[in-house]
T-cell receptor
Framework: KAGVTQTPRYLIKTRGQQVTLSCSPI?????VSWYQQTPGQGLQFLFE???????NKGNFPGRFSGRQFSNSRSEMNVSTLELGDSALYLC?????????????FGEGSRLTVL | AQTVTQSQPEMSVQEAETVTLSCTYD???????LFWYKQPPSRQMILVIR??????QNATENRFSVNFQKAAKSFSLKISDSQLGDAAMYFC??????????FGTGTSLTVIP
């Protein structure tokens, strides 16, 4: 079974640009979550999608948005990039059921904003 | 909101020795799950061990075990017979009755040969 796939793995943008990151979950998983990982801050929750609906949202500005498609693939978009947006963006998928719901992570997309 | 605290940013251990990573959490829920995830350098994060709060018995997975103290809201990870491959960032995580996970800031573990 293929794991969680994130693309692109690395990207460099300049301030003011926008970026779109993609995540393909494990087959059969209906929940996709996104996290921002920075040194010292750990993983900060961005949002979670389940069956194309945003089910939870973290405390990030509106520049951060996401969506999920009918095949459970998800994208997140960051508009008007700032230097502080430089981070590793992790996607995680799960079956999405209430309960133990283990998360399966992708390798992440490392974004550098210059 | 739930919070997860890992007070040890960095830890080191001699190969074959035992190390304990600390984690505390704050919640008003009675039913929840706790996890330890491992993130090796430049590799994806994987689940090490999980604990259901309703279970009094501490979870174990081979060389990995936890000390779950529900009243103290403490969830430490013990790694026995440490190996070079255990070197990684370790994250403690909490999941309540909802579907959102809360992660600590991580502990970077170095294994000294």
């Amino acid at each position: 079974k293929a794991g969680v796939t994130q693309t692109p793995r690395y990207l460099i943008k300049t301030r003011g640009q926008q970026v779109t990151l993609s995540c393909s979950p494990i087959s059969g998983h209906r929940s996709v979550s996104w996290y921002q990982q920075t040194p010292g801050q750990g993983l900060q929750f961005l949002f979670e999608y389940f069956s194309e609906t945003q089910r939870n949202k973290g405390n990030f500005p509106g520049r951060f948005s996401g969506r999920q498609f009918s095949n459970s693939r998800s994208e997140m978009n960051v508009s008007t990039l700032e230097l502080g947006d430089s981070a590793l963006y992790l996607c995680a998928s799960s079956y999405g059921q209430v309960g133990t719901g283990e998360l399966f992570f992708g390798e992440g997309s490392r974004l550098t904003v210059l | 909101a739930q919070t997860v605290t890992q007070s040890q940013p960095e830890m080191s251990v001699q190969e074959a020795e035992t190390v304990t990573l600390s984690c505390t959490y704050d919640t008003s829920e009675s039913d929840y799950y706790l996890f330890w995830y491992k993130q090796p350098p430049s590799r994806q994060m994987i689940l090490v061990i999980r604990q259901e709060a309703y279970k009094q018995q501490n979870a174990t997975e081979n060389r990995f075990s936890v000390n779950f103290q529900k009243a103290a809201k403490s969830f430490s990870l013990k790694i026995s017979d440490s190996q070079l491959g255990d070197a990684a960032m370790y994250f403690c995580a909490y999941k309540g009755t909802g579907n959102q996970f809360y992660f600590g800031t991580g502990t970077s573990l170095t294994v000294i040969p």
